[in-house]
């Protein structure tokens, strides 16, 4: 299976907590964007990078929360101190050049975080 | 302040009919719409999209129109099946390869 993959896929932690997700896109998207997802409502945009570079933050990403993306490849995502707020499915989505002509996003199961 | 709209929580509809899933937008700043298929347990999957310059574009089964005047857009599955049960959600971003802006979701029953 060559789509966007995401682990771990459930998480349940106790609050104060440091939690980190891993998301693998398809290997020739270069754009990946992290969203969070909670019951009733439609994902919500959290960060977004071009290769390595982040673009862009939503104020949504408070200070206990970090996304990486080395070498443009993978990403991680990292909540400290996790509060029960932060309990929340949390997707990641990757897309192809813009060159390529198509624009979609893909997007990964997402992993679910349970803050008890 | 809810960007993208969807007025409606759930919709059934008998097999065979159609289904209408209706979107409202406020920024005038969006000029590409998406519109996303969940089913449980997975991440949304990209159904079919439209420029602000169309009004209408058509894949198989499923057509989206967009007003732009009304700041609307609505898909439509013709004839809805079964397997089209599932939570369906527009989305709109103001390049086609920005962040996309979601709405909350309209589940769809299709009854046999």
């Known amino acids: 299976d060559t789509g966007v993959s995401q682990n771990p896929r459930h998480k349940i932690t106790k609050r104060g907590q440091n939690v980190t997700f891993r998301c693998d896109p398809i290997?020739?998207?270069?754009?990946l964007y992290w969203y969070r997802q909670t019951l009733g409502q439609g994902p919500e945009f959290l960060t977004y990078f071009q290769n390595e570079a982040q673009l862009e933050k939503s104020r949504l990403l408070s200070d206990r929360f970090s996304a990486e993306r080395p070498k443009g490849s993978f990403s991680t995502l990292e909540i400290q101190r996790t509060e029960q707020g932060d309990s929340a499915m949390y997707l990641c989505?990757?897309?192809?050049?813009?060159?390529?002509?198509?624009?979609?996003?893909?997007f990964g199961p997402g992993t679910r975080l349970t803050v008890t | 302040d809810q960007q993208v709209k969807q007025n409606s929580p759930s919709l059934s509809v008998q097999e065979g009919r159609i289904s209408i899933l209706n979107c409202d937008y406020t920024n005038s700043m969006f000029d590409y719409f998406l519109w996303y298929k969940k089913y449980p347990a997975e991440g949304p999957t990209f159904l079919i999209s439209i420029s602000s310059i169309k009004d209408k574009n058509e894949d198989g089964r499923f057509t989206v129109f967009l007003n732009k005047s009304a700041k609307h857009l609505s898909l439509h599955i013709v004839p809805s099946q079964p397997g089209d049960s599932a939570v369906y959600f527009c989305?709109?971003?103001?390049?086609?390869?920005?962040?996309?802006?979601f709405g909350p979701g309209t589940s769809l029953s299709v009854i046999p």
């Open positions: 989305a709109a971003s103001t390049t086609s390869y920005d962040k996309v802006i």
């Open positions: 290997s020739e998207h270069n754009r």
């Open positions: 989505a990757s897309s192809p050049p813009i060159l390529a002509g198509a624009y979609e996003q893909y």
